[in-house]
């Protein structure tokens, strides 16, 4: 089983979903405020990746406008999309 991220780790990486654009800030606000708590070591790695990407690119996905591609499409990373993209 993944281990969960320690309350440092979900620290940092909540520190780096800060956005500059509002839509992906309330996506990911909302992901925190359900998953937060019990967020994977692999979790946090597959969100990071997707923090690497523009503000425009990251919303196409959370809005499933597009499905990631290259090395973003990985099972870990689209499993998070899923939770990502709860209403």
Known sequence: M?????????GRL???CRRGLLENDLVLARF?????DGLTADQGAAL?????LS???LLELLLARREPDGDLATPDVQALLGLLRQP
């Open 2 to 10: 993944d281990q969960a991220l320690s309350t440092a780790e979900l």
């Open 48 to 52: 990071a990746q997707l923090m690497d």
């Open 32 to 36: 925190f405020r359900r998953h937060g």
């Open 14 to 16: 909540q520190w780096r």
């Open 55 to 57: 503000d425009p690119d």
